[in-house]
């Protein structure tokens, strides 16, 4: 208990407390709202002493009346409060998912790389929905729950404060339980959440990596291991559930406990004649329904654990720090000659770069180039800051990018990655994301320069053909066009290439490539290719082996060196002549994985 309340002020502060005069209402109708069942129980006091016992007549119009508007009374109350409370916590849901985003979007690339999306989803979605429907149920009842209670145990201490107190003798053997419990709700809950989590993520998996499943009949698999993870859901979130519905069951027994001795003596003292029965029946009846709000009472307790195990889930998302962040003071950024000084980089303990230091011209070409695995697109993930250098510096135009803000250093830049992230709107609409204001015009021009609608012009709809769930209804070839269009609208100064050529056919290729050539000139273009073909006019090629720049220069010099460079070019050769294809329709020469250590 002691670790919820300040997770719960957290909330009350940040999202709850702005609706306070909602609530405020909400209160004064479950004010009435409860205070109806006192009324009720201190009128059965009349209806057995006067009309019942006295056999007065016309006190039961009275009381009939009273009776019926009280029920009215709580009715329009009732709904009331539940219409209020419902919306706030609505609202308050929606905020905290609108928040989450809002928080997640200014994270480090790194962060997802670490945290997969379904479970990211499910705190977002499933806990904050979690959290409002336990919330709103616990808010609902202890604001009218409450109020009955008071007045019920009012009516109680006005007939009898004796009874009263013996009403109650079970409670104190039963305060352990209770906190035993709540404990056990707490933790029971926190595991089922988490297992919600699993369950999000493998679905995410499964749906994404269909094609896998299917060629590789993984469907079996993927049905035991979904199963197991099902069951393990189940048996944290029966746990929970049973930790909930044992909280009842023990007021229950104080309930039992408290009936007892009221009858036995209380009973007693009515046939000594010292009590009415009419105040018997009404203590009796405040009693009886003094036990049900007291048992969803025992509830909320239990919904306020289930609700704090889903708010520390959605805080400690909300609580992780970006590192990336723009400097107090960015210094304006231009773009120029791109320089790695030193630099160090690693993933965890893993080191990837190791005193990396090679020079990009201005206005001109330059070729990464080494075996998979060597670090050439974490060089760009650097320079885009999706990741800091641990050590060293980089450059652009002199400045140091981790001195600029980075949505100014991102704006210097157009990339294309190894794979085209397309959203599932048309193929116009994912053009534009290269820059969104630009035009119809302009769209169709980038879409002409790279070759996109040399695949659009055959479908019906044109540029307005939606792509499916990431660019899915799309060959990775056009799926690649698209991302390169995206580049020519954005035409931005420095341009970053990740093997954009390389799901396409050597036709498609050859177009494409003097697209790039043509949307190269002039500015800053740092290209990763495999297929060292594409890259022999680039004005510098630089080699990455093992984390490090092993040598540079022109094509000509580095095959007059005899160095990796000539090795890898002599690999593609040979493989392409073995294979009876040549120049550069040879395959990404991938040569073996290769891991800096
Ligand atoms: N998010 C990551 N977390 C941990 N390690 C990573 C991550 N991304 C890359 N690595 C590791 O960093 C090293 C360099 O990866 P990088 O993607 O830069 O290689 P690359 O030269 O672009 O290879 P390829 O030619 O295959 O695209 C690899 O050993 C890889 O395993
Ligand atoms: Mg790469």
Redesign the pocket.
């Known amino acids: 208990m002691s670790d919820t309340l300040p997770l719960l002020r957290r909330l009350w502060r940040d999202e709850v407390r702005r609706f306070l005069p909602v609530l405020l209402a909400a209160l004064i109708l479950m004010t009435l709202e409860g205070a109806t069942l006192g009324a009720m129980s201190y009128l059965v006091q009349p209806l057995f002493d006067e009309v019942f016992v006295a056999g007065n007549a016309t006190a039961v119009q009275g009381i009939a009346l009273a009776i019926a508007g009280i029920f009215t009374l709580r009715a329009v109350a009732g709904f009331g409060q539940r219409v209020l409370v419902m919306g706030v916590g609505l609202k308050v849901t929606t905020a905290l998912q609108t928040r989450a985003l809002d928080h997640l979007l200014d994270l480090d690339a790194g962060y997802f790389?670490a945290n997969a999306p379904g479970d990211l989803i499910e705190r977002v979605r499933g806990d904050t929905l979690a959290l409002q429907q336990t919330a709103s149920a616990a808010l609902m009842t202890v604001g009218r729950d409450a109020i009955s209670l008071v007045s019920l145990l009012a009516v109680m201490l006005w007939v009898d404060w004796r009874w009263a107190l013996i009403a109650f003798v079970g409670v104190p053997i039963l305060i352990l339980p209770l906190a035993l419990l709540q404990r056990w709700i707490r933790d029971t809950t926190r595991q089922a959440r988490g297992s919600a989590s699993l369950l999000s993520t493998r679905l995410d998996e499964i749906f994404h990596g269909m094609v896998s499943i299917k060629v590789n009949r993984l469907e079996d698999h993927e049905r035991a291991r979904f199963g197991r993870e099902v069951a393990g859901f189940l048996t944290a979130q029966i746990r929970s559930e049973t930790g909930k519905a044992a909280l009842p069951a023990v007021i229950d027994v104080i309930a039992a406990a408290g009936f007892l001795g009221v009858l036995l003596y209380g009973g007693a003292e009515i046939l000594a004649g010292e009590k009415t029965v009419g105040a018997f029946m009404s203590f009796f009846t405040a009693m009886a329904l003094l036990f049900d709000p007291l048992r969803r009472l025992s509830m909320v307790s239990g919904q306020v654990q289930a609700a704090a195990a889903s708010l520390e889930r959605i805080y400690a998302m909300l609580d992780v720090r970006a590192t990336v962040l723009p400097p107090a003071a960015p210094v304006p950024i231009a773009a120029g000659r791109l320089v790695f000084h030193d630099v160090d980089f690693a993933?965890g303990q893993e080191p990837?770069l190791q005193r990396l230091s090679f020079t990009a011209e201005a206005g001109q070409t330059t070729a990464l180039v080494?075996p998979?695995?060597?670090?050439?697109?974490?060089v760009f993930a650097l320079l885009t800051r999706l990741i800091d250098a641990k050590s060293g510096a980089i450059t652009i135009g002199g400045t140091d990018v981790a001195a600029a803000d980075p949505a100014d250093l991102r704006g210097l830049i157009a990339y294309v990655g190894?794979d085209a992230a397309l959203f599932d709107e048309t193929i116009a609409e994912n053009i534009r994301l290269g820059r969104l204001d630009a035009t119809m015009d302009e769209i169709c021009a980038a879409a002409a320069a790279a070759s996109v609608t040399a695949f659009t012009d055959a479908m019906a709809a044109g540029l307005g053909t939606r792509v499916g769930p990431r660019g899915a209804s799309l060959s990775g070839g056009q799926r690649q066009r698209v991302a390169i269009a995206r580049a020519v609208l954005r035409d931005a100064p420095i341009l970053l290439l990740d093997e954009p050529t390389s799901a396409l056919d050597t036709a498609s290729e050859r177009v494409v490539q003097a697209a790039l050539t043509d949307l190269a000139k002039g500015r800053t273009t740092l290209m990763i290719a495999?297929r060292l073909s594409t890259i022999r006019d680039a004005d510098k090629i630089v080699v990455i082996d093992r984390g490090g720049a092993v040598e540079s220069g022109s094509h000509d010099a580095l095959m007059a060196k005899g160095g990796l460079y000539a090795n890898l070019v002599a690999a593609q050769a040979s493989f392409g002549r073995q294979n009876g294809v040549g120049g550069s329709g040879s395959p990404p020469g991938h040569a073996p994985d290769r891991?800096p250590k």
């Open positions: 790389q993933y990837v080494g998979s695995g060597a670090g050439k697109s974490t190894q495999h891991h």
